[in-house]
């Protein structure tokens, strides 16, 4: 079983437990998401075997075929209804075992379940959300509050050290989910010779407890020069339509 840390990125009354039991993923979901990627389950490799559209943005192995496993099945609370979020990893299979090369990425893919009269029915369900992470795992990752009404799904790219990392924010939508709402860079390298980089970290900020506005975004960018820190700067986002702008 995997362990989701998500260090310096959220505040803590924003996190969701997560619910990783085998159960529901050796029970409920594996043929689900078999039947949903129209592929079949693989014992010896854990694994659902399915043909992408082509042209379509996802990690395929030699055979022309992408291999998806079940990463984690997520339970939690919405307006009083019962969700699972199932998060799905597709990675390349090389001599029948999954490839986990320092540089292999896997893709995301996301399927989101409501309960409805005592049965979980899908409501929306996204197969290649983005190619991300390392080492065939994908990053860190939880669902987090948008609002007092509203969850996201935040991911981030660990600290490579070397090159720049991402945090991604997803909506939850029952009938869109995976829409990318809000990214910024949480690691950037300035310039690696002098060992001069950039952090950022966020948190949400919850203004009127009352309303079911979305939460303010606000981010905490720092800048290094080896463990030598120059300066630091905050910069607040308000939602605004479909995503969050920097408040003027």
């Not at 505040?11 to 969701?16: A, G, Q």
């Not at 609002?147 to 981030?156: A, D, E, P, Q, V």
């Not at 506005?213 to 630091?232: C, N, P, R, T």
Request: glycine fraction near 6%; charge should be negative.
């Amino acid at each position: 079983m995997r362990v989701l840390i998500l260090v310096a990125i959220i505040v803590s009354n924003t996190f969701i437990v997560i619910s990783q039991n085998t159960a529901d993923i050796e029970i409920n979901f594996k043929k689900e998401i078999s039947n949903n990627l129209h592929g079949t389950f693989i014992d010896s490799i854990n694994a659902i075997k399915w043909l992408p559209y082509s042209k379509e943005v996802v990690v395929t192995s030699e055979d022309g075929y992408a291999y998806t496993t079940i990463d984690s099945v997520i339970s939690y609370t919405a307006n009083n209804d019962f969700y699972k979020l199932v998060v799905l990893r597709t990675n390349e299979i090389y001599e029948g075992f999954i490839f986990e090369c320092a540089g292999c990425a896997p893709t995301l893919g996301l399927a989101l379940y409501k309960l409805v009269e005592g049965k979980y029915v899908l409501t929306s369900f996204d197969r290649s959300v983005k190619r991300m992470g390392q080492g065939g795992m994908l990053p860190e990752y939880s669902i987090v509050n948008l609002s007092t009404m509203s969850k996201g799904f935040l991911i981030s790219e660990s600290n490579f050290q070397d090159s720049d990392a991402y945090t991604f924010l997803f909506s939850l939508y029952e009938s869109d989910i995976s829409n990318l709402l809000f990214e910024f860079a949480n690691f950037r390298m300035i310039d690696r010779e002098s060992s001069k980089f950039k952090t950022t970290t966020l948190s949400f900020v919850n203004q009127n407890k009352e309303t079911e506005e979305f939460y303010k975004i606000k981010l905490e960018v720092a800048s290094f020069s080896g463990d030598k820190k120059l300066g630091s700067e905050s910069i607040l986002y308000s939602f605004s339509g479909r995503k969050w702008e920097p408040t003027k």
